[in-house]
């Protein structure tokens, strides 16, 4: 009976001590040269830009916006000073279901 609570309590132990190991890694900041990017700043006064239109790409999407600044503000980095040209995966999509319907019909 004495050993199994001695066991039970050295098994506690044990993963107790690889739990607060395991989480004070410190190796991942040491060494490491690359300082952190500065947080983009944000402009508050975009409603009161003129509205011209910007081709902007995020996460690797293209996204038209209402000027450079809102832009800028969600993160995007402007590729053209017009609004993007419309997707035409979209339209062929729509096609596909489409003809996915019709050949359901005719079975």
């Not at 500065?38 to 011209?52: K, L, M, N, V």
């Amino acid at each position: 009976m004495k050993f199994k609570s001695i066991a039970s309590a050295a098994a506690i132990a044990v993963t107790a001590a690889v739990f607060v190991l395991g989480s004070a890694v410190s190796s991942e900041a040491k060494g490491h040269k690359k300082k952190a990017e500065p947080a983009p700043q944000r402009s508050a006064t975009c409603i009161f830009s003129a509205p011209a239109p910007v081709c902007a790409a995020r996460g690797g999407l293209s996204l038209t916006y209402r000027n450079a600044c809102y832009a800028g503000n969600d993160g995007a980095v402007v590729k053209a000073q017009k609004a993007c040209p419309p997707q035409k995966a979209m339209k062929a999509k729509k096609k596909g279901k489409k003809a996915a319907k019709k050949a359901g019909k005719k079975k």
